[in-house]
Nanobody
């Protein structure tokens, strides 16, 4: 059984930085891609960033482009989200998600489809880590 475990969320002041981690444990795979979503209170879960595991290609939501950086460590089987210049509107629970292969009917063939595909396209989810940005 594969588990994705997020860490790094906490309270931070506006303008500050945080780095989130998503560690995969249990039975390990060669991932197709991993990414981050977030859900603010009273809002739907939304795409933040994604990374193709082997090529390192990345894709970001417009709201975080230029402020967030997604990366991965293939050896540690861990993805990261470096968040800079944080704003109060970045407050949310951040979830890690992963796609292992193309067997899902909604498999996002292109990385850019991560922002449009249904959440069910993600084959694995973490429990989330909370980020609070104070003004």
């Amino acid at each position: 059984q594969v588990q994705l475990v997020e860490s790094g969320g906490r309270l931070v002041q506006a303008g500050g930085s945080l780095r989130l981690s998503c560690a995969a444990s249990g039975r390990t795979f060669s991932w197709d891609a991993m990414g981050w979503f977030r859900q603010a209170p009273g809002r739907e879960r939304e795409f933040v960033a994604a990374i193709r595991w082997y090529t390192g290609n990345t894709y970001y939501a417009d709201s975080v482009k230029g402020r967030y950086t997604i990366s991965r460590d293939n050896v540690k089987n861990t993805a990261y989200l470096q968040m800079n210049s944080l704003k109060p509107e970045d407050t949310a629970v951040y979830y890690c998600a992963a796609v292992r292969d193309n067997t899902s009917p909604d498999y996002p063939v292109e990385l850019t489809l991560w922002s449009a595909c249904p959440l069910s396209a993600m084959q694995y989810w973490g429990e989330g880590t909370r980020v609070n940005v104070s003004s």
